[in-house]
């Protein structure tokens, strides 16, 4: 340890209370021993700072200061580039160190499973292997300012519905090869000063107290000697938390996590040289914070035009027959759609930024001199299409030559929260589209939004330039790759489906009140559709550029190996454009016929490229032995089975342009697991007709129970909505409802309230309240719920009411 001696001065309870943040946002400290205060605030794709001066409205957004507002991951991500990620992270890091924030709470790692989850807009890839690198990257720029991350949320949480009390069903293979990877490959590139673990639990235990995920794994593993902290109320059993190896509890719990660990030091069943071991990584991050206590400034003029180089070299061009982009010149072009002036550029939640300025592709396009027109075409606060607008757009693009039309998802279609349930976008963004289509030649469509989405008009199109949301600046980066001015040079992180029946695990998500079961295993993303052989509206990696690209000269540095060495990929790639441009180059690796069941390809390797007309350059790649292993259950290891592999070159995973054959030799026997016999299905890949009694067997258990037992009681550990299907629990969701339709008024933020009321613990409503909701009021609510007496229910709440007075001033200051 490396602070004995401060401990050593610490009394039981103060060092207790270390492991419970001060408030929301700020760590204990303690003055008369010289331990400060700091202060962590989420992220990631900006700084949310709270402003506690609550009744300042200017300049405001959700209580937070201003920041640069960068493109989210899933635009991010898109770039494939580990530099630029880097150069973000480092404009992050000053922003913390303007504003005196110790750490910043990102990036998101958790893997795309699905469309549909809400969080997605957070989060890199379906793939591991890329979410890994960028994570890496991204922690490192932020940490070389001497600012903390918070590598989220650990582990298995790939849903928002339930997020907080269900239980992730995960094969062991599946969750080292998809789920556990990418956050491995992050600990051990990036070390990250903190790890966020998840609000769910995973294989039955919470991942809070969850010790084979928290210690076996994450430290004895993995080698991680920083600091794991709750996910803001994931916390379920405070001493149970410290012993799986999880010292920080946020936000407070007003004393109660503190109490509990107090009561079994004293009551023998905590060793108090446990609580040494969890303060002791709580002073190290505290003092290793020093940085952010100084005084600081940066550019922030020059973090706005990094935000729109990020985002620009992030877009997708999707499509571009005729090569109507970029814009001709003199052209009148129509600009239809409200997000060419109201753009989506960020998505919604705790990571919602207040941007430092905003810039939009409408008035961008003007500044560059573009001939430009404008119709609204819908309304983005409704679904509905509204005849005048579109006949008014209409009208607009009768007059151009070319109509570029804004759509995608609104702030009501995706957040933190809750899960999307469909892949389509507004009607009223179809109907323009169709609208437009049915009258004019040259359509350009520019999507907005986090996720995965059907396109029923795109053959009518012709082209598609994918924003994602692309921070504050995004809008001028739109019109900058609109106009050419910048060559578009982001390929999908993220596979796009036809439609959402194709997707592997469709089926099984958001799971059942107590469970969500995966099990298409490892066939998520491309290892589902290249397994299946499903055609696709857009592969993983795929993307257009103004330029072109050739690919020559595959190399291996060697024919032959032992699994124990590294191989040296390297060939060519030129630019056969007339302009300069950058390829995403992507090293995929398949593996020999084997008796366990393997995804045809899976990438290994990557690298973007800057290339000048007509310029050519070698790119070299090196493979080592987890290139070309998978996860052995039956020795709990990384295995290589020998044989022929072949290494695949390409721009996409559906676009291989350069193949090599390399033989491995393990160095390791082992045996390789069988379940042609006991699981067939997962050898076909139909992932989406995976029997239970299969699933059950590459699982190695019974699956857990899926729903709640008829009249089971309610707990401190259930939500509301589990409660919902009881006469008394029923009528209090309805109430609730009808209060939060009161104080929403529709929209994004109505709907989070929803679920966010409704979904988490009863036992949150306690340790989140700073004292204004009591443990006696949330027993007296439990029974109620349960059916026993009204009177003495109702009398436990009001019970509380003092309480709720005197501490509702604590709450709202430490919020």
Not at 768 to 786: C, H, K, P, W, Y
Request: proline fraction near 4%.
């Amino acid at each position: 340890m490396k602070y004995k001696e401060l401990l050593a001065q610490m009394t039981l309870e103060e060092k207790a209370s270390f492991c419970s943040g001060k408030d929301f946002w700020h760590l204990a400290s303690l003055e008369r021993l010289n331990i400060p205060e700091i202060m962590v605030t989420d992220g990631p794709h900006g700084l949310r700072k709270q402003n506690p001066d609550k009744d300042k409205k200017e300049g405001v957004l959700g209580g937070s200061f201003p920041a640069t507002c960068f493109p989210t991951s899933v635009t991010t991500s898109c770039s494939w580039d580990v530099a630029l990620l880097r150069e973000m992270g480092e404009a992050l890091g000053e922003e913390c160190l303007k504003e005196k924030v110790s750490v910043l709470l990102g990036p998101g790692m958790n893997i795309k499973r699905s469309p549909l989850c809400g969080r997605n807009f957070e989060y890199f890839s379906e793939d591991p292997y890329l979410a890994g690198e960028l994570a890496a990257s991204y922690i490192n720029g932020v940490q070389s300012k001497g600012v903390g991350t918070s590598l989220k949320h650990f582990a298995g949480n790939n849903q928002e519905t339930r997020r907080m009390t269900v239980d992730s069903v995960i094969d062991e293979r599946a969750l080292r090869e998809i789920y556990l990877s990418g956050f491995e490959t992050a600990v051990k590139k990036g070390k990250p000063w903190t790890v966020m673990n998840a609000y769910n639990k995973l294989n039955g235990t919470y991942c809070a107290e969850n010790k084979w995920l928290l210690t076996d794994v994450l430290r004895k593993e993995w080698g991680y000697d920083g600091l794991v902290v709750t996910d803001w109320g994931a916390e379920n059993d405070r001493v149970a938390g410290l012993l799986a190896g999880q010292e920080l509890e946020m936000p407070s719990s007003g004393g109660i996590g503190t109490k509990a660990i107090v009561n079994a030091v004293k009551s023998g069943s905590l060793s108090e040289d446990v609580v040494d071991e969890m303060v002791d990584s709580v002073l190290d991050l505290i003092f290793r914070s020093a940085a952010s206590r100084k005084d600081y400034s940066c550019n922030m003029n020059a973090h706005h035009e990094l935000a729109r180089k990020i985002a620009g070299q992030s877009m997708v061009l999707l499509k571009n027959d005729k090569n109507i982009l970029p814009l001709e010149k003199g052209k009148t072009v129509a600009v239809l759609g409200e997000m060419a002036r109201s753009p989506r550029y960020q998505g919604a939640g705790s990571s919602l930024i207040n941007p430092t300025k905003m810039e939009c592709a409408f008035d961008a396009l003007i500044q560059k001199g573009t001939r430009v027109v404008y119709s609204a075409g819908y309304d983005k606060t409704t679904d509905v299409p509204d005849t005048g607008l579109i006949a008014d757009a209409v009208k607009e693009a009768k007059k151009s030559d070319i109509s570029v039309i804004f759509v995608g998802l609104t702030e009501v279609y995706e957040s933190e929260g809750f899960d999307r349930t469909h892949m389509q976008l507004p009607p009223a963004h179809n109907a323009l589209i169709d609208a437009v289509c049915d009258v004019c030649d040259n359509v350009v469509v520019v999507l907005m939004g986090g996720a995965a989405v059907a396109m029923p008009w795109l053959d009518r199109v012709n082209g598609v330039l994918h924003a994602f949301l692309g921070g504050q600046a995004g809008g001028a980066a739109v019109a900058d790759v609109l106009t050419g001015d910048v060559n578009p040079s982001g390929k999908l992180s993220e596979t796009y489906p036809y439609a959402l029946e194709d997707n592997s695990s469709v089926d099984f998500f958001p799971g059942n009140p107590l469970s969500v079961e995966y099990r298409e295993s490892i066939f998520v993303g491309y290892r589902y559709y290249d397994k299946m052989n499903k055609a696709v509206c857009f592969p993983f990696g795929y993307g257009l550029s103004y330029t072109t690209f050739k690919y020559s000269a595959l190399k291996l540095s060697k024919k032959s190996i032992k699994d124990t060495d590294e191989l040296v990929v390297s060939f060519k790639v030129k630019n056969t454009g007339a302009v300069d441009g950058a390829e995403i180059a992507q090293l995929y690796v398949a593996s020999p016929e084997s008796t366990i069941y393997k995804a045809p390809k899976e990438l290994k390797g990557f690298s973007k490229v800057f290339l000048k007309a007509g310029e050519e350059k070698e790119i070299s790649i090196t493979l080592n032995k987890r290139s070309f292993a998978y996860y052995n259950i039956n020795i709990h290891d990384w295995h290589v089975e020998s044989g022929e592999y072949n290494i695949l070159v390409g721009a996409s995973s559906r676009d291989i342009l350069l193949e090599a054959k390399v033989k491995v030799e393990s160095t390791l026997e082992a045996e390789v697991p069988d379940y042609r016999s006991s699981a067939p299905a997962y050898y076909t890949g139909d992932a989406k007709a995976i029997p239970a009694e299969e699933f059950e067997a590459v699982l190695g258990r019974e699956l857990p129970p899926a729903f709640f037992e008829a009249n089971s009681p309610i707990n401190i550990n259930n939500t509301l909505e589990d409660a919902a299907n009881t006469g008394r629990g029923k009528k209090v969701n309805a109430i609730i409802e009808k209060v939060i339709h009161m104080i929403g008024g529709g929209g994004v933020n109505e709907e989070m309230m929803k679920k966010s009321a409704t979904q988490i613990p009863i036992r949150c409503f306690v340790t989140m309240s700073f004292g204004v909701f009591t443990e006696d009021m949330a027993q007296g609510l439990v029974d109620i719920l349960n059916g026993k007496s009204m009177v003495k229910g109702i009398g436990k709440i009001l019970g509380g009411l003092g309480s709720a007075i005197k501490n509702i001033g604590a709450l709202m200051k430490a919020i």
